[in-house]
């Protein structure tokens, strides 16, 4: 197997976007959690990332979501970012808290309906080119309830026309990445509800068109490395949305709820090309931390997905298919397992320290002041939430 010193220059070009929404007030469908110190300000959001990137040095990037981050000057809001030491990421639509969007956005029969929600993504194409933003990316909470509620034929049929007419707005350098996920808020049909219905629209569109992975957007028991490594033989995948499930869409912390997933998602990325600095495969989080403090619960998120990186390097991956090729069946899964098993924490805390970066940087935040800071100085006005 491989030493932690052998593969650790692999983990320097690792980068984490997280997302804006994460570090505002969320909850569930019964009650959505206030917070001392939450942002008030999509500026105050940027702050806290930042955060997360001076302790980390794995988070350079934000993602934000429209309408929730709207602000008058996108270029400027770029340039706060830069002097926080952070980059604008990803920007995310939304068709999902408008009344109009009740029946469907991008899918919907009305026509002018459909229309707005056409023209929102043009509108967010518009801040990508103004923010710096390389790509769109487009989740759909459209869907039916009851069976013979809507054509399910004609829906996909509105919805290729509506992804043609966006994509077809892109810039040179921008890409469209389309979530799926296999229910709700619709329950008895997801217009997009699995990465082969995803594959297929982004096909039909063209090379900069790619789907989104969010790995808490499956049903129970599902392999999700085995579509891992259909998107990349295929060249479609896109980014990740990286959180933890229970039991549906929890958006705990990624590789809170099984961690062995991460390591084997993360392993058939680095087998399949898309950990490499260029695969264009974007590494990001989607997660909200309703009971815990957000940016505590940040820091968290990209260090497990740093470990889990760092262990999925180290397996021996000539060992391991020689012992495929020889149908050691048992061998191949020890060689597999000893990766997953070996404790890297030590060797990261090591590997902080020579870059600068604090070796444990859950103690340094708690250690900073910046929560008790921010708790202090965020007294009035409101709170950011979705």
């Known amino acids: 197997m491989p030493t932690f010193e052998q593969i650790a220059s692999q983990l320097d070009h690792q980068a984490i976007e997280v997302p804006s929404w994460a570090y505002g007030n969320s909850g569930t469908r019964f009650k959505v ?199 990349l033989r295929a060249r479609k995948l896109g980014s990740f949305d990286f959180n933890s499930r229970n039991y549906a869409d929890d958006d705990l912390i990624v590789g809170s709820a099984d961690p062995f997933q991460l390591f084997r998602i993360l392993f058939e990325v680095i087998r399949g090309g898309g950990y490499e600095p260029h695969s264009g495969v974007a590494f990001m989080l989607d997660q909200c931390h309703n009971v815990e403090k957000k940016i505590p619960g940040q820091i968290r998120s990209v260090l497990n997905v740093q470990e889990m990186t760092a262990r999925a390097l180290m397996v021996d991956r000539e060992a391991l298919t020689g012992a495929q090729e020889a149908s050691d069946v048992l061998g191949a899964h020890e060689i597999f397992m000893d990766a997953f098993y070996t404790d890297v924490r030590p060797a990261l805390a090591g590997w902080r320290e020579a870059r600068g970066l604090p070796a444990d940087p859950m103690q340094a935040y708690v250690e900073s002041g910046y929560q008790e800071k921010i708790e202090a100085d965020r007294v009035g006005g409101t709170q950011m939430s979705w």
């Open 33 to 231: 959690f206030g917070s001392a110190g939450t942002p008030r300000t999509v500026e105050e959001k940027i702050a806290d990332a930042a955060a997360v990137q001076r302790f980390t040095g794995l988070a350079p990037k934000v993602a934000l979501h429209i309408p929730w981050d709207k602000v008058t000057d996108y270029s400027a809001l770029r340039t706060y970012a830069a002097e926080q030491g952070m980059e604008i990421g990803t920007i995310n639509s939304n068709t999902f808290q408008d009344d109009d969007y009740r029946l469907g956005g991008l899918t919907h029969h009305d026509s002018r309906i459909r229309q707005k929600a056409i023209d929102h993504h043009f509108e967010c194409i518009e801040i990508m080119h103004a923010a710096g933003s390389q790509d769109l990316k487009i989740w759909l909470a459209d869907g039916s309830n009851y069976p013979g509620q809507a054509d399910l034929r004609s829906r996909q049929d509105r919805l290729a026309d509506s992804l043609r007419q966006i994509y077809s707005k892109l810039g040179k350098e921008q890409r469209l990445v389309l979530e799926y996920k296999i229910f709700e808020p619709a329950f008895y049909h997801t217009d997009v509800p699995d990465w082969g219905t995803a594959l297929t629209h982004v096909q039909a569109l063209g090379d900069r068109a790619l789907v989104c992975l969010d790995t808490g957007h499956h049903a129970p028991s599902t392999n999700v490395e085995f579509i891992v490594t259909q998107l």
